[in-house]
């Protein structure tokens, strides 16, 4: 059983990602902003995987969802509630 709590660098390491402070600083640098009108999971850099996953969380507010959420409102510059 999986006891380890989620956090943001959990989730990167979820997505195969380095998932230190600073690869997710660079991360979120390189590729923000997103457009607006575009959502996390649709993003051109994800693998068909990671999109799958990202879309999956929201859709069935997963375990993972508010963490994606807090990506989500890392990467675009204005975040509708």
Known sequence: ????????????EQLGL??????????????????DNMKLSEAPFWTP??????NEEIVEDAEWAPLVDE???RLHKNVST
């Open 1 to 12: 059983m999986d006891t380890q709590p989620n956090n943001m660098q959990t989730l990167f």
């Open 18 to 35: 380095e998932g230190d402070d600073e690869s997710i600083e660079v991360f979120i640098a390189q590729h923000y902003p997103l457009p």
């Open 49 to 54: 995987g990671q999109a799958a996953f990202l």
């Open 71 to 73: 990506l989500n409102a």
